[in-house]
């Protein structure tokens, strides 16, 4: 499944396309709730939940939980960007 040009708001990709795109960055849908994946980084695992107006990232370093969250209107390269780069 092609995905829209990186720049475009994540609000402008139907679910599917989104499910593919965490798919790809390495991501693991959740067995509950059905709107959550699990990302596992080089030193930290988040769980992003797919929330009605925004994305919300919890992430589990050693140290501390650090939630973070994404409006749609942010494009898909910001918001991966940002969620890669970790709490």
Not at 22 to 48: F, K, N, S, V, Y
């Amino acid at each position: 499944m092609a995905l829209p040009p990186a720049q475009t708001p994540l609000y402008n990709h139907p679910l599917p396309q989104i499910e593919a795109w965490l798919t790809g960055l390495g991501g693991r849908r959740l067995q509950e709730p059905a709107h959550g994946w699990r990302l596992d980084g080089r030193d930290w695992t988040a769980q992003l939940y797919l929330e009605t107006e925004e994305v919300v990232v919890s992430y589990f370093p050693e140290t501390q939980t650090v939630s973070r969250s994404f409006k749609y209107s942010l494009s898909r390269e910001d918001i991966e960007a940002a969620i890669l780069a970790g709490p």
